[in-house]
């Protein structure tokens, strides 16, 4: 680039030469022609011809003169050409990855027009495709550029709880029918939540599909769409594909009345056309409609962002509402939480724009107000039916859909007409003697409001024929965090009574009210309460948030806004009467205040023509002063110059001789009178000292933060070593209990065959002492004398003296010897097994000693283990405190249900 923009430069200057040289030969030329004749009188024809000549040498030089500076001109093009290239190549090169940086240079182009689709998105898009993302974003609310570039079937970041994804379903579940409603969606959006519908829901569940257009003016929501729902019947005729269209606009209401009563399903689901559905996402709803049909569902909607088509996590909660009947989130009653399972379902005071229910139950309690106009209220109207006629309502974790959350509703731009109609509607039918609650929220008449809600008599005999409960029942059980306003005494704006001016809660977030143009907005609307409180600039609908109240600080100042319960705790006056005044003791006293203002102004007119004077007067005599230490100063000159040596010269200060110049420092640069010299620097130096404390600040919290991290490690890992140790003395507790019983297995099983085997040895001997003994008295009746004996051959079981008679003493002394034996071997016996038993309870005594030393053992360790976990736990614990009492000084932002509450998202 560098060679290129050279060679362009010596182009340009040997051109320019050439025409400077070409110029200076034409004018030598034409001097030696003006020389040649100058005493030759020309004539008429060669003046003519002469005339001509410089006609056409002055054209020429004139076109001559114009090429060149066309070239010049695009020349100079080119060279800013090359240097806008040189210096863009030079960024990159400097810049070389980080695609960021260069996002702050050409931020101006990407966000020609500042738009919100553009906050997030389309950094890289040309003039074209910002001016098309525009227009459509414009058209629809949300990136219809972007949609209509992203798959149908796009995979979804899984949101649901992990106990939700280990949950199993039954088969034999209702059959259920989607309804879509659209009033001139995008096409690529419509197509999204059909293909999600059909690839995430169960083949023998989905019956059918209700597609309801509300009069739609797009075309392609005719051809386009028709075309695309034959190609997705042709290939699932197992459902059925309805489409509903409205020969004019009836409203959204009417729109889910229409789908409902062309569905044929067990169950119906409705739901908006710009919506994905997550997997799993009937099962839970179909489950819980199962177990009881009198049950409206509502799953847990994901937000899909309306610039990038992102899917933002959304927590469950339940699905509440405000007095003027708008839309909102809210977190469950305390019961859900204590349950400790967040898959769960929870109570819900109403239900939002998408529901679930059976569809016969939705008929017998009288399926939508068909009176509700355009949108809005409906959903609010239909959940305090539900609750008093007999049925609840509940919202599923473990069901997700991603909703978009439109920038703007491109049918409806102002919605508060309608919202106002419909929530009139509602409280007229439903909410008793609380209905003047939404009259207050709208901020209009209790009556003659000129609001045309429409015929209710059918709706209210409706509720006679279900025999529904109060609104008074709905509020003590159902919805208790909804304040009911009993002690509202007057509503409105506060008007001046001599302008038309009112009073207004003033800038945000400051304390002070101001007067100002009436308008009759939120910011001026005022109300009464009996104990003599004035809120200002909107009253709360729910229990948990706190009222700002016009508080009297006990200062002399103006009366200021302060939440309620704050100028109670710091002791301000917040109790307002209000009386009849006199109007002219009112005119009178405004009167003494005019002229006491006037006397004041004419006072401090007076004292500035003082100051003026005594200014003049402080100039004389500075200019005096100053002109007498010039005098005193040229004398001192003089002294010094004529009688004082150089050496020993010393500078004095004028004002102040007893002090010498140039041994200490001036304090502060003269200057006018108030003014500081040095206050930029010392501004200066309170920006870098707040900036010091900032990093000061940062640095001890994110040092807490650390400690605080280090700390929970700590634990953490404390924890896991007693727990590793007691697991250690776990398993050797077990081992040892295994070995003690495999001992004692071991014994009783040795002692079993001691046992067995000295019945078997007495056993033999039995009956071999049986056989001698029969032997015995055999041989001993044969060969005695006595005829008993031999009469009575086995008469006597054991050998008797008289048996004897015949024998040799030889054989009668063996005898003797063998039954000697006998008894000395059961005595043998009796003492073994004495022994044996002995042996047998030391062996008993030893193990119960051993199981008593172990276990004192294990007791000793059990104690000093607990000992040092609770001393563990009391540091931890001690640690915590500290930290929490830190964190409570520096941040006080506790999550309650004033923390969801700013969550809180409406159908606005």
Known sequence: MQIIYMRSMWVKRIL?????????????????????????????????DIDRRFSDLESNINKVYDLFKNFEQKQDAIQKMLVDERERFKDQEVVAAPVKSQRGQDEQKLKPQQSPLFQGWGENLSDEDQEEAQALFEKYGY???????????????????????????????????????????????????????????????????????????????????DVYVKSIEAQNPLFRMVRVRHVESLGLTQARISGWRAATADVVAILDAHIEVHKEWAEPLLTRIKADRTVVV??????????DLDVVHYVPAAHAFDWALWCMYESFRPEWYHLNDTSLPGKSPSVMGIMVVDRKFLGEIGALDGGMKVYGGENVELGVRVWLCGGSIEVVPCSKIAHIERNHKPYAPDLSMSMKRNALRAAEIWMDEYKHNVNIAWNIPIKDHGIDIGDVSERKELREK????????????????????????????????????????????????????????????????SNGELYIGGLKSHKYNDNRCLADSGEDTFPDLYDCNEAVQKGMGIHWDFTQIDKEALDSQVNERKKKEQAEAESLKAYAADAVRNDKAACLLDQCQLKDERLLQGAIEDFRLNFQPRWSRREYDLSNPDKIRG????????????????????????QEQLREWSFQQQHELATARHQQRQEEQQYDQDRVDLDNKALQLQTIEEERRRTVALATKNFNLTKAAENAEKRWKEWQQQEEDNRTDILNQLQGELLSESQEQGISVLGLPRLSPD????????????????????????RRIQAEQQQEELQQDRFRVASARTALLMERQQARINKQLRRTQDNTNAQLAEAHHEQTKYLEKVYTNIPDDSYFSQFNTSSR
């Open 803 to 826: 048996s004897y008679k015949g024998f040799a003493d030889e054989q009668l002394q063996h005898i003797i010897n063998c039954q000697q034996q006998q008894i000395d071997e059961k």
């Open 298 to 307: 509502s799953p847990v909607f994901d937000r899909v962002n309306y610039y």
């Open 466 to 529: 279900l025999k529904c409960k109060p609104f008074k029942w709905y509020l003590e059980n159902i919805y208790p965090q909804l304040d009911t306003w009993d002690n509202i005494l007057a509503y409105g704006g506060m008007k001046n009574l001599d302008a038309n001016i009112c009073i207004d809660q003033g800038l945000f977030p400051g304390h002070t009210p101001i007067a100002f143009d009436c308008f009759n907005y939120g910011p001026q609307h005022t109300y009464y309460h």
């Open 143 to 225: 990136n219809v550029f972007l949609s209509d570039r992203l798959p149908l079937n796009r995979e979804l970041p899984e949101t649901r709880e992990s106990k939700c994804l280990q949950k199993k379903y039954p088969k034999d579940l209702p059959s259920i029918a989607v309804v879509l409603i659209y009033l001139d969606e995008a096409l690529s959006i419509i197509k999204r939540a059909i293909r999600s519908i059909i690839d995430r829901t169960p083949e023998h569940l989905l019956r059918e599909i209700i597609l309801v257009d509300d009069h739609s003016s797009n075309d392609d929501l005719k051809g386009d769409l």
């Open 16 to 48: 320019v030469l050439g025409c400077i040289l070409f110029l200076s030969y034409i004018s030598l030329i034409l001097r030696n022609e003006t020389d040649k004749k100058t005493d030759e009188r020309p004539t008429e024809a060669q003046t003519i």
């Open 663 to 686: 041994q200490e420092e001036i304090q502060m640069l003269p200057g006018l009178v108030g003014e500081d010299p040095d206050s930029q620097g010392r501004l200066k130096k309170q």
